[in-house]
């Protein structure tokens, strides 16, 4: 069964750091992407923030590469998301999506690529 939930959310001032963790099991995609996305409301595209495919190799927007590292713990299945130098137009839902790795890789700007999400948690950047 596969399982996608995301903690580490919550309310932060402008500048802090903060980071994002998702519990995920890949079993079922021995070949997969795992990435992030975010959106500030549920009417508005999903907005890649960057993903990791299953031999560790990392891709993402270079608007957001100086503040957002993914990485990951195969061992705790685990992905994470460290954010750094926060600004309030970082508040949005981020959620973290699983799926098979496609010929060119992981696609961290295409979320139709990715089967399974978790409920995404909250972040809140006050300035």
């Known amino acids: 069964q596969v399982y996608v939930r995301e903690s580490g959310g919550g309310s932060v001032q402008s500048g802090g750091s903060l980071r994002l963790t998702c519990t995920v099991s890949?079993?079922?995609?021995?070949?997969?992407?795992l990435a992030w996305f975010r959106r500030q409301t549920p009417a508005q595209e999903r907005e890649g923030v960057g993903?990791?495919?299953?031999?560790?190799?990392?891709s993402g927007p270079d608007s957001l590469k100086a503040r957002f590292t993914v990485s990951r713990d195969i061992a705790q299945n685990q992905l994470f998301l460290d954010m750094e130098r926060l600004i309030p137009e970082d508040s949005s839902t981020y959620t973290c999506?699983?799926?098979?790795?496609?010929?060119?890789?992981?696609?961290?700007?295409?979320?139709?690529?990715?089967?399974?999400w978790g409920q995404g948690t909250q972040v809140t950047v006050s300035p």
């Open positions: 890949v079993d079922r995609y021995p070949d997969h992407c």
């Open positions: 999506a699983l799926g098979p790795r496609g010929p060119g890789g992981c696609y961290w700007y295409a979320p139709w690529e990715y089967y399974h």
């Open positions: 993903c990791i495919d299953s031999d560790g190799r990392v």
